[in-house]
């Protein structure tokens, strides 16, 4: 391996970086797999070396618990090294494809190719799972790669530099730091991949600057995320996995439960059991929340604003207070808040919450359920609470999102198997596994023909009558 260089920061020159990187791709093309695996391996080395360095940067930034951390953070990193490492070989040989009759004699395949230098723009919610994730996709398929830490959680930041100086020339991969200002300078550039994990609105402005230089993107966004519990289903269960998923992070995760649809003869037991989840989860010592060590803090002053104006905005517009409700600037905590009605124009509704607030509305039909849902720009996850299998096949049929689970939140993000991503608003293209190495790869089409055969030369001009007559036969017939 080369040299391993010094540290890239913000201060470097990113115009001759990715001329760095542009001359370094094309070795990289060509190379073998076990050059590839070889990165990977020692990225999962170094992450289970400083699993402690990662857990103190997280929690330094936003009070993340350890145990987190090593759940959505280092845990799910692994894994999509562990995997990645299983089935690189078999991603990276061509794949044969049959022969149709019209093209007998012909042999086709499909081969990947890397795509050469790209872009990586990682959000602040998850911080370095969200950077080691497309990073392991986008090496595993043979790319030079930039990445772009978020300036709101800096210790993770730094850490992300100090990981890729310690691992990587920067002809390879480099880490530039740096607030929008940055960001910008960089979509400038003539990436052949750019993949933003981040808001709708910053995603708009990725696609724009994308489209100069008619680079191709995966975007990981976000949006409102429903929760629909029917009236069979199993509500301490329900409301186990839902607080779970709406607490984890404080809320600050894309794919979190951001609103219930509950069927309204199972409401008021589910608050209840709902309220007997959060004292068992968080307030076991009847302290009162904000003394967990078990539950996050919000990242910042701003996004605390902004969630406080959220809970304010509903509660003056009607909405009751049902759970929490507690706010504390000085910590940027927040309560996790369960609220009834309120109304659907409300920002709270109108919003992706990306908060530890959860609003609850009623239904008595499944087709007012999906009504509701498919009234709102397209989500990234649909949870269906269900003990009927003819309900939850209605409910998925008729509800499009990027993903779902059934009787769970959250959990299909971690399967390896499964590609991962957003359908209109709340994204496109896929992550994880094979469909994260496709994302960063060119799923280049080959057919090899005979020297002097092909069956179509029957059909060259001058198109004379019998011509004519073999394509009539081309057309009936193959």
């Keep these: 391996m080369p040299t391993v260089a010094p540290a890239v920061s913000a201060a470097v020159d990113i115009p001759q970086l990715f001329a760095r990187q542009q001359a370094r791709s094309t070795a990289l093309r060509h190379e073998a797999v076990e050059a590839r695996a070889a990165r990977l391996r020692k990225l999962g080395t170094w992450i289970t070396t400083n699993r402690t360095a990662i857990q103190e940067a997280l929690h330094a930034d936003f009070r993340k618990p350890a145990a987190e951390t090593d759940i959505t953070e280092i845990w799910s990193s692994q894994t999509e090294i562990r995997h ?36 990586i723009i990682a959000p602040w ?23 772009k830490p978020s300036e709101m959680t800096p210790h993770v930041a730094t850490l ?22 940055v960001a910008t300078e960089l979509l400038g550039l003539p990436f052949d991949h750019i993949f933003f994990t981040g808001s709708p609105q910053v995603g708009k402005v990725v696609m724009r600057a994308a489209a100069e230089h008619l680079t191709s993107v995966t975007l990981e966004l976000g949006g409102k995320s429903p929760a629909v519990v029917d009236e069979t289903a199993d509500l301490r269960d329900a409301a186990e996995k839902i607080v779970w998923g709406k607490s ?32 068992r989860f968080y307030n076991p010592t009847g302290q009162g929340v904000a003394a967990s060590e078990s539950f996050a803090r919000i990242v910042n002053g701003h996004h605390f604003q902004r969630l406080a104006g959220l809970l304010e905005d509903a509660q003056r ?34 919003e ?47 509800m499009p999102a990027g993903g779902a ?7 299909h993000l971690g399967h390896p198997e499964l590609p991962f991503g957003g359908l209109g608003n709340s994204g496109m293209g896929r992550a994880h596994g094979h469909a994260g190495f496709l994302q960063f790869s060119n799923e280049k089409a080959v057919l090899r023909q005979r020297v002097g055969r092909t069956a179509l030369k029957a059909m060259y001009p001058p198109y004379t ?14």
């Design 160 to 181: 992300l530099t100090r990981m890729v100086r310690e691992l990587f020339d920067p002809a390879e991969v480099a880490v530039v730091e740096g607030d929008k200002d």
């Design 317 to 350: 517009q009607g909405a009751k207070l049902e759970i929490g409700g507690i706010v504390d600037q000085t910590q940027c905590f927040i309560e996790p808040t369960v609220l009834t009605h309120v109304p659907p124009d409300s920002r709270l509704m109108q």
């Design 405 to 411: 689970c059934v009787n769970e939140t959250i959990l």
């Design 84 to 119: 990645t490492l299983k089935h690189l070989k078999q991603w990276m040989r061509p794949r044969r494809v049959r022969t149709p009759l019209s093209l007998v004699g012909t042999t086709s395949w499909v081969q990947v190719e890397p795509k050469g230098v790209c872009l």
């Design 248 to 279: 984890i992070n404080a809320g600050q995760t894309c794919v979190a439960p951001d609103y219930l649809l509950v069927h309204e003869s199972v409401q008021a037991p589910l608050l209840q059991e709902i309220r007997a989840v959060l004292q």
């Design 465 to 478: 009558p019998q011509v004519k007559k073999l394509v009539g036969w081309l057309l009936k017939f193959f």
């Design 125 to 147: 919610n998850y911080p370095f799972y969200l950077a080691i994730d497309p990073l392991v996709s986008a090496l595993a398929a043979g790319n030079c790669c930039i990445l």
């Design 352 to 398: 992706e919450i990306f908060g530890p607030l959860l609003p609850v509305h009623t239904f008595r039909t499944l087709m007012e359920a999906t009504d509701f849902v498919n009234s709102r720009p397209r989500p990234l996850a649909l949870y269906v609470f269900s003990q009927s299998s003819q309900n939850q096949q209605y409910l998925l049929g008729h």
